[in-house]
Protein backbone atom coordinates (compact mmCIF):
# COMPACT_ATOMS: atom_id res chain seq x y z
CA UNK A 1 0.00 0.00 0.00
CA UNK A 2 1.36 3.32 -1.15
CA UNK A 3 1.27 6.19 1.46
CA UNK A 4 0.66 9.76 0.32
CA UNK A 5 0.87 13.13 2.50
CA UNK A 6 -1.72 15.86 1.36
CA UNK A 7 -1.10 19.41 2.74
CA UNK A 8 -3.87 21.61 3.43
CA UNK A 9 -6.16 18.62 3.85
CA UNK A 10 -9.39 20.17 6.08
CA UNK A 11 -10.96 21.73 3.22
CA UNK A 12 -11.51 22.37 -0.16
CA UNK A 13 -9.80 19.92 -2.52
CA UNK A 14 -7.32 18.64 -0.13
CA UNK A 15 -10.20 17.39 1.73
CA UNK A 16 -11.85 15.72 -1.34
CA UNK A 17 -8.79 14.32 -2.14
CA UNK A 18 -7.88 12.75 1.57
CA UNK A 19 -11.17 11.01 0.76
CA UNK A 20 -10.89 9.95 -3.10
CA UNK A 21 -7.37 8.58 -2.17
CA UNK A 22 -8.73 6.81 0.94
CA UNK A 23 -11.22 5.16 -1.02
CA UNK A 24 -8.61 4.05 -3.70
CA UNK A 25 -6.67 2.06 -0.64
CA UNK A 26 -3.87 4.86 -0.62
CA UNK A 27 -2.64 5.24 3.21
CA UNK A 28 -3.04 9.10 3.61
CA UNK A 29 -1.11 11.53 6.30
CA UNK A 30 -3.32 14.29 6.20
CA UNK A 31 -1.72 17.63 6.90
CA UNK A 32 -3.87 20.25 8.28
CA UNK A 33 -2.57 23.46 10.44
CA UNK A 34 -5.50 23.60 12.97
CA UNK A 35 -6.64 20.43 14.13
CA UNK A 36 -9.50 22.21 15.97
CA UNK A 37 -10.30 23.18 12.13
CA UNK A 38 -10.36 19.41 10.93
CA UNK A 39 -13.99 17.85 12.09
CA UNK A 40 -13.72 15.87 8.81
CA UNK A 41 -10.66 14.53 9.26
CA UNK A 42 -10.65 14.00 12.70
CA UNK A 43 -13.90 11.43 11.96
CA UNK A 44 -11.87 9.88 9.45
CA UNK A 45 -8.71 9.70 11.91
CA UNK A 46 -10.85 7.80 14.20
CA UNK A 47 -12.15 5.47 11.80
CA UNK A 48 -8.70 4.13 11.35
CA UNK A 49 -8.36 5.36 7.86
CA UNK A 50 -5.69 8.24 7.66
CA UNK A 51 -3.04 9.72 10.36
CA UNK A 52 -3.35 13.65 10.53
CA UNK A 53 -0.50 15.49 10.46
CA UNK A 54 -0.15 19.03 12.37
CA UNK A 55 1.64 20.94 9.48
CA UNK A 56 1.35 24.79 9.07
CA UNK A 57 3.52 25.03 5.83
CA UNK A 58 4.42 28.52 6.69
CA UNK A 59 6.46 27.44 9.72
CA UNK A 60 10.16 25.78 8.95
CA UNK A 61 9.48 24.11 12.89
CA UNK A 62 5.81 22.54 12.22
CA UNK A 63 6.64 21.31 9.02
CA UNK A 64 9.81 19.53 10.41
CA UNK A 65 7.80 18.38 13.20
CA UNK A 66 5.48 16.58 11.07
CA UNK A 67 7.86 14.74 8.90
CA UNK A 68 9.52 13.62 12.18
CA UNK A 69 5.74 12.18 13.34
CA UNK A 70 5.87 10.29 9.95
CA UNK A 71 6.31 6.94 8.85
CA UNK A 72 9.89 6.08 7.50
CA UNK A 73 8.36 5.94 4.10
CA UNK A 74 6.49 8.24 2.17
CA UNK A 75 5.76 7.61 -1.64
CA UNK A 76 3.75 10.95 -2.83
CA UNK A 77 3.28 14.30 -1.80
CA UNK A 78 0.99 16.67 -2.55
CA UNK A 79 1.92 19.74 -2.20
CA UNK A 80 -2.07 21.06 -2.05
CA UNK A 81 -2.11 23.79 0.63
CA UNK A 82 -2.45 27.52 -1.22
CA UNK A 83 -3.49 30.92 -0.36
CA UNK A 84 -5.33 33.56 -2.83
CA UNK A 85 -4.80 36.63 -0.40
CA UNK A 86 -6.17 39.53 -3.08
CA UNK A 87 -9.48 40.61 -3.84
CA UNK A 88 -7.79 39.76 -7.73
CA UNK A 89 -8.62 43.26 -9.35
CA UNK A 90 -5.42 45.62 -7.40
CA UNK A 91 -3.28 47.75 -9.14
CA UNK A 92 0.29 47.40 -8.95
CA UNK A 93 0.12 50.87 -7.79
CA UNK A 94 -1.86 49.66 -4.77
CA UNK A 95 -0.93 46.04 -4.14
CA UNK A 96 -0.38 45.04 -0.60
CA UNK A 97 2.76 43.69 -0.57
CA UNK A 98 1.64 41.52 2.18
CA UNK A 99 -0.58 39.81 -0.06
CA UNK A 100 2.63 38.83 -1.86
CA UNK A 101 4.88 37.99 1.03
CA UNK A 102 2.01 35.90 2.61
CA UNK A 103 0.98 33.92 -0.94
CA UNK A 104 5.23 32.78 -1.20
CA UNK A 105 5.38 31.85 2.32
CA UNK A 106 3.01 29.30 1.93
CA UNK A 107 2.33 28.93 -1.97
CA UNK A 108 6.24 28.60 -2.37
CA UNK A 109 8.29 28.56 0.49
CA UNK A 110 5.84 25.75 1.87
CA UNK A 111 6.25 23.58 -0.99
CA UNK A 112 9.66 23.93 -0.60
CA UNK A 113 9.77 23.66 2.74
CA UNK A 114 7.49 20.23 2.75
CA UNK A 115 9.95 18.91 0.14
CA UNK A 116 12.80 19.45 1.52
CA UNK A 117 11.93 17.83 4.98
CA UNK A 118 9.91 15.16 4.15
CA UNK A 119 12.95 13.99 1.32
CA UNK A 120 14.45 11.56 3.35
CA UNK A 121 11.05 9.66 4.00
CA UNK A 122 10.00 9.97 0.12
CA UNK A 123 13.82 8.45 -1.22
CA UNK A 124 13.17 5.18 0.36
CA UNK A 125 10.14 5.31 -1.87
CA UNK A 126 10.04 2.32 -4.68
CA UNK A 127 7.81 4.80 -6.97
CA UNK A 128 8.55 8.75 -5.67
CA UNK A 129 6.13 11.30 -6.72
CA UNK A 130 5.69 15.10 -5.64
CA UNK A 131 2.51 17.39 -7.03
CA UNK A 132 2.55 20.82 -6.59
CA UNK A 133 -0.74 21.72 -6.76
CA UNK A 134 -0.84 24.76 -9.46
CA UNK A 135 -3.05 26.80 -11.47
CA UNK A 136 -3.72 28.48 -15.24
CA UNK A 137 -3.34 31.25 -13.68
CA UNK A 138 0.93 30.90 -12.85
CA UNK A 139 1.20 29.96 -16.62
CA UNK A 140 3.50 33.11 -17.74
CA UNK A 141 2.70 32.38 -21.75
CA UNK A 142 -0.87 32.11 -21.54
CA UNK A 143 -1.41 34.96 -19.44
CA UNK A 144 -3.74 37.79 -20.29
CA UNK A 145 -4.64 39.86 -17.82
CA UNK A 146 -3.15 41.37 -14.48
CA UNK A 147 -5.80 40.12 -11.72
CA UNK A 148 -4.30 38.14 -9.00
CA UNK A 149 -1.05 39.82 -9.16
CA UNK A 150 0.23 37.88 -5.88
CA UNK A 151 -1.75 34.39 -6.29
CA UNK A 152 -0.01 34.09 -10.10
CA UNK A 153 3.38 35.54 -9.35
CA UNK A 154 3.44 32.69 -6.47
CA UNK A 155 2.07 30.14 -8.44
CA UNK A 156 4.28 30.91 -11.56
CA UNK A 157 7.23 30.94 -9.06
CA UNK A 158 5.94 27.06 -7.85
CA UNK A 159 5.97 25.82 -11.40
CA UNK A 160 9.57 27.13 -11.99
CA UNK A 161 10.48 25.32 -8.37
CA UNK A 162 8.39 22.19 -10.40
CA UNK A 163 10.78 21.92 -12.98
CA UNK A 164 14.04 22.90 -11.18
CA UNK A 165 13.48 20.20 -8.56
CA UNK A 166 12.20 18.00 -11.54
CA UNK A 167 16.03 18.03 -12.82
CA UNK A 168 17.59 17.78 -9.73
CA UNK A 169 15.79 14.50 -8.39
CA UNK A 170 15.59 13.11 -12.28
CA UNK A 171 18.86 11.11 -11.39
CA UNK A 172 16.88 9.69 -8.45
CA UNK A 173 13.56 8.77 -10.00
CA UNK A 174 12.12 11.03 -8.30
CA UNK A 175 9.12 13.08 -10.06
CA UNK A 176 8.08 15.97 -9.73
CA UNK A 177 5.05 17.70 -11.28
CA UNK A 178 2.83 20.91 -11.47
CA UNK A 179 -0.33 19.98 -11.27
CA UNK A 180 -3.76 21.96 -12.31
CA UNK A 181 -6.92 20.56 -10.20
CA UNK A 182 -9.41 23.00 -12.43
CA UNK A 183 -11.61 25.71 -11.69
CA UNK A 184 -13.40 24.17 -8.54
CA UNK A 185 -16.24 24.62 -5.83
CA UNK A 186 -13.92 26.07 -3.17
CA UNK A 187 -14.01 28.75 -0.72
CA UNK A 188 -11.09 29.85 -3.07
CA UNK A 189 -12.88 29.19 -6.20
CA UNK A 190 -15.89 30.67 -5.38
CA UNK A 191 -19.81 28.66 -6.50
CA UNK A 192 -19.35 29.44 -9.91
CA UNK A 193 -16.46 26.65 -10.63
CA UNK A 194 -16.66 24.33 -13.10
CA UNK A 195 -16.46 21.19 -10.82
CA UNK A 196 -16.72 19.85 -7.56
CA UNK A 197 -14.00 19.27 -5.03
CA UNK A 198 -14.88 15.39 -5.64
CA UNK A 199 -14.43 15.76 -9.09
CA UNK A 200 -11.69 17.51 -9.00
CA UNK A 201 -9.98 15.11 -6.69
CA UNK A 202 -11.16 11.83 -8.59
CA UNK A 203 -8.86 13.06 -11.36
CA UNK A 204 -6.09 13.92 -9.48
CA UNK A 205 -5.83 9.97 -7.85
CA UNK A 206 -5.79 8.81 -11.43
CA UNK A 207 -3.06 11.36 -12.14
CA UNK A 208 -1.21 10.14 -9.07
CA UNK A 209 -1.48 6.57 -9.73
CA UNK A 210 0.17 6.98 -13.41
CA UNK A 211 2.48 9.66 -13.21
CA UNK A 212 5.96 8.75 -13.80
CA UNK A 213 9.55 9.68 -14.90
CA UNK A 214 7.85 10.31 -18.33
CA UNK A 215 5.89 13.38 -17.18
CA UNK A 216 8.19 14.73 -14.66
CA UNK A 217 8.96 18.59 -15.37
CA UNK A 218 5.89 19.06 -17.22
CA UNK A 219 2.64 20.85 -16.27
CA UNK A 220 -0.44 18.54 -16.30
CA UNK A 221 -3.96 19.07 -15.97
CA UNK A 222 -5.86 17.40 -13.36
CA UNK A 223 -6.18 14.05 -15.36
CA UNK A 224 -2.16 13.97 -15.50
CA UNK A 225 -2.49 14.67 -19.03
CA UNK A 226 0.33 17.22 -21.31
CA UNK A 227 -0.86 19.89 -23.42
CA UNK A 228 -3.63 21.71 -21.80
CA UNK A 229 -1.33 23.91 -19.81
CA UNK A 230 1.99 25.67 -20.98
CA UNK A 231 4.41 27.42 -18.45
N1 LIG B 1 -10.30 26.08 -6.29
C1 LIG B 1 -9.79 26.30 -7.50
O1 LIG B 1 -10.51 26.58 -8.47
C2 LIG B 1 -8.30 26.17 -7.74
C3 LIG B 1 -7.83 26.37 -9.03
C4 LIG B 1 -6.46 26.23 -9.27
C5 LIG B 1 -5.61 25.87 -8.26
N2 LIG B 1 -6.11 25.68 -6.99
C6 LIG B 1 -5.15 25.30 -5.96
O2 LIG B 1 -5.62 24.14 -5.30
C7 LIG B 1 -5.14 24.13 -3.95
C8 LIG B 1 -6.30 23.93 -3.00
O3 LIG B 1 -7.22 24.99 -3.22
P1 LIG B 1 -8.71 25.01 -2.62
O4 LIG B 1 -9.55 25.55 -3.69
O5 LIG B 1 -9.03 23.72 -1.97
O6 LIG B 1 -8.51 26.17 -1.53
P2 LIG B 1 -9.24 26.42 -0.14
O7 LIG B 1 -10.60 25.85 -0.14
O8 LIG B 1 -9.07 27.88 0.12
O9 LIG B 1 -8.35 25.58 0.89
C9 LIG B 1 -7.00 25.95 1.09
C10 LIG B 1 -6.36 24.93 1.99
O10 LIG B 1 -4.99 25.33 2.19
C11 LIG B 1 -4.75 25.35 3.59
N3 LIG B 1 -3.69 26.28 3.97
C12 LIG B 1 -3.59 27.60 3.73
N4 LIG B 1 -2.48 28.09 4.33
C13 LIG B 1 -1.87 27.04 4.96
C14 LIG B 1 -0.72 26.89 5.74
N5 LIG B 1 0.07 27.93 6.04
N6 LIG B 1 -0.42 25.65 6.19
C15 LIG B 1 -1.19 24.60 5.92
N7 LIG B 1 -2.32 24.67 5.21
C16 LIG B 1 -2.65 25.89 4.73
C17 LIG B 1 -6.09 25.76 4.20
O11 LIG B 1 -6.10 25.48 5.58
P3 LIG B 1 -6.98 26.38 6.64
O12 LIG B 1 -8.36 25.82 6.64
O13 LIG B 1 -6.26 26.18 7.94
O14 LIG B 1 -6.94 27.79 6.14
C18 LIG B 1 -7.01 24.87 3.38
O15 LIG B 1 -7.00 23.56 3.86
C19 LIG B 1 -4.40 25.44 -3.74
O16 LIG B 1 -3.03 25.27 -3.91
C20 LIG B 1 -4.96 26.32 -4.85
O17 LIG B 1 -4.08 27.35 -5.21
C21 LIG B 1 -7.42 25.82 -6.71
Known amino acids: METALVTGANRGIGYALVKALVDSDFRVLAGCRDLENSVGLKKLESSGSIQILELDVSSDESVEAA ?26 AEIDF ?10 VLGAARVIRSFLP ?48 FAPEGITVVAISPG ?23 EAIRKIGPNLSGKFLDRFGQTGKYVW
Open 67 to 92: ARKSPDRIDIIVNNAGLMPERGNESI
Open 121 to 168: RLRRSNRPRILNVSSGLGSIAERDSSTYYAYAVSKAALNMLTRSTAFE
Open 98 to 107: NHLRSAFEVN
Open 183 to 205: WVRTDMGGEEADISPEESAAALV
